[in-house]
């Protein structure tokens, strides 16, 4: 595998389902962030997380909680979620710096 | 928060044709990025822009930091079929700091 990959790349869930999407990057970069991507809206940032630590966290609800195990992977636990959280979610990694982001192919959301 | 107007929103052109896009902004950025996202991919990487006033190609894509730092320009040339996406700009202030995004530009390209 090569680059940034993302799974699942569709998920429905129910309001009170739990599941989790999954980031890995294969570039040897040391920052990752979530990013939420809705029809018609600019890219929203939901997290960074620089070496392992979360540096930013933009006022995302609590119904969504990431986690990094590590530099080469990254969560999204997702649970009790609203309608209008359905989107698509994108994980990208970069070197510290952060601005040469490269993208997964996301996980098209569904929330029911 | 700041915010970043591209234009247009949408365009049709022929195949062959020279496609030039913009992405402006009430304030300064640093780094200026232009992505392309296909339907059900993520955004790829096409250019970044370091230095105002600097021009960049990749292939048939050329890519300008505004001198003012406020702006930047996407040009195609000769567009094929395959170019069909959303292209978006991104700028960044300084290390660290977060990109902004605009809301892309969508392509459709007329064999």
């Known amino acids: 595998e090569t680059g940034v990959t993302q799974t699942p790349r569709h998920l429905v869930m129910g309001m009170t389902n739990k599941k989790s999407l999954k980031c890995e990057q294969h570039l040897g970069h040391n920052a990752m962030y979530w990013y939420k991507q809705s029809a018609k809206k600019p890219l929203e940032l939901m997290f960074v997380y620089n070496f392992k630590e979360q540096t930013e966290n933009n006022s995302v609800p609590s119904r969504f909680s990431p986690e990094c195990p590590n530099s080469s992977h990254l969560f999204l636990h997702l649970h009790t979620l609203q309608p209008e959280d359905s989107a698509l979610y994108l994980c990208?990694?970069?070197?510290?710096?952060?601005?040469?982001?490269?993208f997964g192919p996301g996980t098209r959301l569904t929330v029911t | 928060g700041q915010q970043l107007n591209q234009s247009p929103q949408s365009m049709f052109i022929q195949e062959g044709e020279d496609v030039s896009m913009n992405c402006t902004s009430s304030?300064?950025?640093?780094?200026w990025l232009w992505y392309k996202q296909d339907p059900g991919e993520g955004p790829v990487l096409l250019i970044a822009?370091?230095?105002?006033?600097e021009l960049t190609s990749n292939g048939r894509l050329t890519a300008q930091f505004g001198i003012t730092r406020k702006d930047s320009f996407l040009n195609i040339s000769a567009s094929i079929p395959s170019d069909v996406g959303i292209y978006f700009c991104?700028?960044?202030?300084?290390?660290?700091?977060?990109?902004?995004f605009g809301k892309g530009t969508r392509l459709s390209v007329i064999a």
């Open positions: 991104a700028g960044q202030n300084s290390g660290n700091t977060p990109l902004v």
């Open positions: 822009l370091y230095k105002a006033g």
């Open positions: 990208a990694s970069s070197l510290p710096g952060g601005d040469e982001q490269y």
């Open positions: 304030s300064i950025f640093n780094t």
